[in-house]
């Protein structure tokens, strides 16, 4: 069963960086999507950013030019440096991955569990 296990939240200063981990474990053929999602109290939840399997990225808005997103695809790894942190970047940060597992062929689409990130001096 596939599994995203995220890592790298915490507190931290405006202007300050973070960098988040969400690694892909289990019997994996293939990740096609690789996504960071966030969600404030109160708020939707909303796309930061996600990575194909060739390296196409895409941005909200809100954080281009800020974020970065990457992914190790030997590892099954993506991740997320976030640069020049402000206090509405506060949110818990979801990994979320669509891929196929192995042998099974079958398609997943699998959420993190969530880890907090909390811009404030």
């Known amino acids: 069963q596939v599994q995203l296990v995220e890592s790298g939240g915490g507190l931290v200063q405006p202007g300050g960086s973070l960098r988040l981990s969400c690694a892909a474990t289990g019997s994996i053929l293939s990740i096609n999507v690789m996504s960071w999602y966030r969600q404030a109290p109160g708020k939707q939840r909303e796309l930061v950013s996600a990575?194909?399997?060739?390296?196409?990225?895409n941005y909200a808005d809100s954080v281009k030019g800020r974020f970065t997103i990457s992914r190790d695809n030997a590892k099954n790894t993506v991740y997320l440096q976030m640069d020049s942190l402000k206090p509405e970047d506060t949110a818990v940060y979801y990994c979320?991955?669509?891929?196929?597992?192995?042998?099974?062929?079958?398609?997943?689409?699998?959420w993190g569990q969530g880890t907090q990130v909390t811009v404030s001096s």
């Open positions: 979320y991955a669509v891929g196929t597992e192995s042998p099974s062929a079958r398609r997943f689409v699998n």
């Open positions: 990575i194909t399997s060739v390296g196409s990225t």
